[in-house]
């Protein structure tokens, strides 16, 4: 089984980039938490720095990748520049991943730049930055032992790009990147089979289609062990039926029960279906 790290940069007293009333930190912890949610949806083991706003040492999560054996490292974080303000997004890696790494994390960096990419973002490129010494600038892709990744995801300076930017679908594009380069054993284990990838599209009352029926027929299928929920029509109208019967999953996955299907409650179908 995969073990993943994905960590939020900054945190605490520490807020990162900030324009305005928007803080990096806030960003980071919000998407780190989804991309964790989805992740472990999918049956992956996820490691985290943080899960809500505290202080974060580079070392001890450098420390507890490498001694957790985590199969890669993903850390999110805000982009912002002085002057007129940058667009799009970009990753930096190791000055040792090509040598001694064969370049995984800049395959994985193109995996989620990509898929970033499709949701309207500016595709900038894989970077490398050096200190005096000749190390690697960031500490947690100068510490750790295996592929790393720092994920500059936007700007946060840039009001077109923070229009943009969903935390549920930017973090469905970086855990989708994820499993294309560390793909569960057995092909995907529960990632697979019948149930489709989540459409990029929120479900919601009123949706129609074959992907509120791919809802519906999972939902049904789970129904056969957890009878509160009942069963639906399959006739991919998203009705108040369905929403209610929705809501019920949600609760019983410990999810916030809005009656959505964003990529977090995807993610939570996807375990009981695919």
Not at 70 to 98: C, L, Q, Y
Not at 208 to 227: D, F, L
């Amino acid at each position: 089984m995969a073990t993943i790290a994905v960590y939020a940069g900054h945190g605490g007293a520490d807020s990162g980039a900030v324009s305005g009333n928007l803080r990096e930190k806030d960003f980071n912890l919000a998407i780190s938490n989804a991309v964790s949610s989805i992740l472990r949806g999918w049956g992956y083991t996820v490691i985290n720095n943080r899960t809500t706003d505290v202080n974060r040492s580079i070392t001890q999560d450098a420390n507890l990748a490498n001694d957790r054996r985590a199969n890669a490292v993903v850390e999110i974080h805000m982009n912002s520049n002085e002057g007129t303000p940058g667009t799009g997004s970009e990753a930096f890696v190791s000055i040792r991943d090509t040598s001694q790494r064969n370049g995984q994390a800049r395959s994985l960096s193109n995996a989620i730049l990509t898929r970033l990419a499709a949701l309207g973002f500016r595709n900038r490129g894989v970077f490398t930055s050096i200190n005096a010494s000749g190390q690697d600038t960031f500490g947690i892709l100068r510490l750790t032992n295996m592929p790393a990744v720092l994920l500059e995801v936007a700007f946060i300076n840039n009001p077109q790009d923070m229009s943009r930017l969903n935390v549920n679908t930017a973090a469905m594009a970086i855990a989708e990147g994820i499993r294309q380069m560390y793909p569960l054993s057995g092909g995907g284990g529960n990632t697979g089979g019948s149930f489709p990838p989540f459409p990029g599209v929120t479900m919601r009352q009123g949706s129609q289609g074959e992907s509120v029926r791919q809802i519906q027929r999972c939902i049904n299928r789970i129904s056969a062990r957890e009878a509160a929920l009942g069963r639906l029509t399959e006739d991919g109208n998203f009705g108040p039926r369905t929403r209610c019967v929705v809501m019920t999953f949600q609760c019983l996955q410990g999810l916030n029960p809005d009656g959505l299907v964003g990529p977090i409650t995807w993610a939570a179908l996807t375990r009981e279906c695919g």
